[in-house]
């Protein structure tokens, strides 16, 4: 696999729930309720004169649904917590919009099927020339099987972290678990990249097990994450790589990758706020396309990059969390 620059070369969860478009419609139904309010005005008095601009207008209007629609608990906040993400929905309502031209304009049916008619029994094979035989293959599967009897282990110690915290939860908790065919792509690569054995490549595998923690307030957002460190450090579980990429243009958060001691196993735990989480969800289609086989051409890859760049520059980068520093065996810890 190629690691091209930003988010192609992180591993994300593979099968993210993919945002409710329910949103895309709110401008023509905001314009409507905008029109039956000045109508209803003229009715009762002169309205006092609109000194906002449309964008500012809009903003604030959404602003206010989105209270609405919370409830009584949240119409108690600052109103200046509420902007970010009425911004915030203005960028995921205009991402749908791009990549449904995208996908337009590249639609997934034009790519050649892959061809499994000459593959031996028990084997595997995976997109463009990813090929295991059946021994290696048998293998995996049996590690597979091995990986879903320890997360039956790791997710209540995770789950134990997360009842610390009532201000950020877990995740896509129902995918915690890789796919086996992700798997097995992962292997394969890693076997050509590193001329390593299949059980070498195996376990170095991330996250095959993988964690989101989101935290739903970006002021809580640093000190949780460190608290939450700790907090898995307690469990028993090892910290072996913890990666900053607050300050990246095609994708914002923290990975980390860490060891249960009892069984060996790798597992990933990401670090997301609300909007970073949702922005990861909404690029994760451009992140699969760029990784997959066959790669896209020059000016697709163009396409694919600058789509994630425009998500990400509206992403808010919570206080501090660009200087939560990286950590790995070679380098200086979490902190």
Same mark, same amino acid.
């Given at each position: 696999?190629?690691?091209?620059?930003?988010?192609?070369?992180?591993d994300?969860?593979?099968?993210?729930?993919?945002?409710?478009?329910?949103?895309s419609?709110?401008?023509?139904?905001?314009?409507?309720?905008?029109?039956?309010?000045?109508?209803?005005?003229?009715?009762?008095?002169?309205?006092?004169?609109?000194?906002?601009s449309?964008?500012?207008?809009?903003?604030?209007?959404?602003?206010?649904?989105?209270?609405?629609?919370?409830?009584?608990?949240?119409?108690?906040?600052?109103?200046?917590?509420?902007?970010?993400?009425?911004?915030?929905?203005?960028?995921?309502?205009?991402?749908?919009?791009?990549?449904?031209?995208?996908?337009?304009?590249?639609?997934?049916?034009?790519?050649p099927?892959?061809?499994?008619?000459?593959?031996?029994?028990?084997?595997?094979?995976?997109?463009?020339?990813?090929?295991?035989?059946?021994?290696?293959?048998?293998?995996?599967?049996?590690?597979?099987?091995?990986?879903? #009897?320890? +997360?039956? /282990?790791? @997710?209540?110690?995770? !789950? =134990?972290?997360?009842? *610390?915290?009532?201000?950020?939860?877990?995740?896509?908790?129902?995918?915690?678990?890789?796919?086996?065919?992700?798997?097995?792509?992962?292997?394969?690569?890693?076997?050509?990249?590193?001329v390593?054995?299949?059980?070498?490549?195996?376990?170095?595998?991330?996250?095959?097990i993988?964690?989101?923690?989101?935290? #739903?307030? +970006?002021? /809580?957002? @640093?000190?949780?994450? !460190? =608290?939450?460190?700790? *907090?898995?450090?307690?469990?028993?579980?090892?910290?072996?790589?913890?990666?900053?990429?607050?300050?990246?243009?095609q994708?914002?958060?923290?990975?980390?990758?860490?060891?249960?001691l009892?069984?060996?196993?790798?597992?990933?735990?990401?670090?997301?706020?609300?909007?970073?989480?949702?922005?990861?969800?909404?690029?994760?289609?451009?992140?699969?396309?760029?990784?997959?086989?066959?790669?896209?051409?020059?000016?697709?890859?163009?396409?694919?990059?600058?789509?994630?760049?425009?998500?990400?520059?509206?992403?808010?980068?919570?206080?501090?969390?660009?200087?939560?520093?990286?950590?790995?065996?070679?380098?200086?810890?979490?902190?």
């Amino acid at each position: 696999m190629r690691l091209l620059r930003g988010p192609v070369g992180i591993d994300r969860p593979d099968d993210a729930d993919v945002p409710s478009d329910e949103h895309s419609d709110h401008s023509d139904h905001s314009a409507d309720r905008a029109d039956a309010s000045a109508a209803r005005a003229g009715q009762v008095g002169r309205a006092p004169a609109e000194t906002r601009s449309r964008e500012e207008y809009y903003v604030a209007l959404r602003a206010a649904e989105a209270t609405e629609r919370a409830g009584p608990a949240a119409q108690s906040e600052p109103a200046a917590r509420s902007k970010p993400f009425a911004r915030w929905e203005e960028t995921a309502d205009q991402a749908r919009w791009m990549w449904s031209e995208y996908q337009r304009r590249w639609p997934p049916s034009e790519r050649p099927p892959i061809d499994r008619s000459k593959d031996s029994p028990g084997s595997w094979h995976g997109d463009g020339n990813r090929l295991l035989e059946r021994p290696v293959n048998e293998r995996i599967e049996a590690e597979c099987d091995r990986i879903a #009897e320890r +997360e039956k /282990r790791i @997710t209540p110690a995770l !789950r =134990a972290v997360e009842s *610390q915290d009532p201000h950020r939860r877990l995740v896509g908790l129902d995918h915690c678990r890789k796919e086996r065919d992700r798997i097995k792509e992962k292997v394969y690569d890693n076997m050509k990249a590193l001329v390593i054995s299949a059980d070498e490549a195996l376990s170095i595998v991330p996250d095959a097990i993988r964690y989101t923690l989101q935290y #739903e307030e +970006e002021a /809580r957002y @640093t000190r949780g994450v !460190r =608290a939450d460190i700790t *907090q898995l450090r307690d469990q028993g579980f090892k910290l072996e790589k913890f990666t900053n990429y607050w300050s990246d243009d095609q994708y914002k958060g923290i990975n980390s990758q860490w060891i249960d001691l009892d069984t060996g196993r790798r597992f990933e735990v990401q670090f997301h706020t609300r909007i970073s989480y949702e922005a990861k969800q909404l690029t994760h289609g451009a992140y699969e396309r760029l990784r997959s086989e066959p790669k896209p051409d020059e000016f697709e890859q163009m396409v694919l990059e600058a789509f994630q760049r425009k998500v990400t520059a509206e992403v808010p980068v919570p206080p501090g969390a660009a200087a939560i520093f990286d950590y790995s065996k070679r380098g200086t810890d979490a902190r």
